[in-house]
């Protein structure tokens, strides 16, 4: 009689371990919210509200979120394995949230209301996670120096228009002191949170080639604490590529050959400018920065474009009309082309471009001279070439 107790009792005991365990197997987390703004229906249908995972260079769409009639959502992510994951709102905003322990609310802003539309969708905060903190500390250092570098770009482009070059020449020292300054600011967040998978997220903030050696030793203690962390493999192996392609666009190296339309859907190849100089520049209609620049480029490009300087540019823009209309607004008379895939662009991703402005200088037999040269810099070293 003791003897099937106690294998009742054991039997009630394994099962009630084993409970946790299957629940584990199953668990989700719930992210709620409201979209203040939402956008009309036919627009939600066309971009609708997805939950995706990054996967290399592809976002991969897990889940679509369906607005209730009051603009509020909810939707459950798997956590059975710690990971993150997208929130692509409408294509007006993507947000990355890690999904692990505890459930979060999401407030959107939705659809810009402004007369004149905000560039960059406004800063958005994740609640419900001390984990999901870092995300947001990171999110705010670059949303608010992104918006330094739009007001420094607004007086940089009043300056080149006044023809004022000491007041130009200071605004582009301040975009370099903005880079540095964010980039201090981020490393310091690696050392104040060395001991969660979430730092791989402040990693992809840091430039793969200036902080090498420091993303590559956190890559390996998180590979090593965090097993399960498919995204610091992957990290890894992509740290490895940018390694490979920085020794191809090196000060030096021949500058890779590419294939691309022009506005007219003409192909162009780079290596159709042999014999010239060539300024191959990245840009966007939609990035602040670049347009601030333009009119620099312009009067270096009318200075010496006689004497045998050409400008290929190459545009992360995903849609035609507003690649057109820019080119058009800044008088950009050089070549352009495009395949309208935003940051998926082919010869960005040769060129492992994670910023623009970005360019390349290119000699008559398309070595790379310099990069990066921008305001006062880049007239400086054109003036080396050709003269004053």
């Known amino acids: 009689m003791i003897k099937k ?89 993507r947000l990355t949230v890690w999904a692990n322990k505890e459930n979060l609310r999401i407030d959107f802003r939705g659809m810009d209301t402004a007369f004149i539309r905000i560039k960059n969708p406004p800063y ?16 705010f250092i670059v949303y608010r120096n992104y918006q330094s570098m739009i007001e420094i770009g607004r007086l940089q482009y009043k300056a080149s228009l006044a023809k004022d070059t000491a007041l130009e020449r200071a605004m582009q020292d301040q975009y370099g002191w903005l ?41 390996g203690r998180l590979v090593k604490k965090y097993p399960y962390l498919e995204e610091a493999k992957s990290k890894q192996v992509d740290m490895v590529k940018a390694e490979a392609i920085a020794r191809k666009t090196a000060i030096g190296a021949t500058a890779i050959n590419f294939t691309q339309n022009n506005v007219s859907g003409k192909a162009i190849q780079l290596t159709d400018y042999r014999g010239k100089y060539v300024l191959l520049d990245f840009w966007a209609s939609w990035c602040g920065p670049c347009r601030a620049e333009n009119p620099n480029v312009l009067d270096n490009y009318e200075k010496y474009h006689k004497k045998g300087l050409e400008i290929l540019a190459v545009s992360l823009d995903d849609k035609k009309a507003a690649w057109l209309k820019a080119i058009k607004d800044d008088g950009l008379t050089w070549e352009h082309v495009s395949d ?3 940051w998926k662009n082919e010869v960005a991703k040769e060129y492992n471009i994670r910023a623009v402005p970005s360019n390349f200088l290119l000699d008559k037999d398309g070595k790379i001279l310099a990069v990066n040269l921008r305001g006062e810099e880049l007239t400086q070293k054109l003036e080396e070439i050709f003269g004053k």
Request: aromatic content about 8%; glycine content about 4%.
């Open 124 to 139: 958005v905060y994740i609640q419900g996670s001390e984990e999901n903190n870092l995300i947001n500390q990171v999110n």
């Open 5 to 93: 107790q106690n294998s009742w009792l054991l039997a009630m005991l394994a099962a009630s371990m084993a409970l946790p365990a299957t629940a584990q197997t199953k668990r989700f987390i719930t992210v709620s919210g409201k979209i203040k703004f939402p956008p009309p229906r036919e627009q939600q249908e066309k971009f609708p509200f997805l939950v995706q995972k990054q996967e290399g260079d592809d976002r991969v769409t897990i889940d679509t979120i369906r607005l209730k009639p009051d603009g509020t959502y909810s939707i459950k992510l798997d956590a059975t394995r710690p990971q993150f994951y997208i929130l692509n709102e409408f294509e007006e905003d």
């Open 179 to 219: 880079g540095d300054d964010m980039d201090e600011r981020l490393k310091l967040l690696v050392k104040m949170y060395p001991n969660t998978p979430v730092l791989l997220y402040v990693l992809d903030y840091l430039h793969p080639r200036k902080d090498k050696e420091l993303i590559t030793a956190e890559l």
């Open 340 to 342: 309208l895939k935003g």
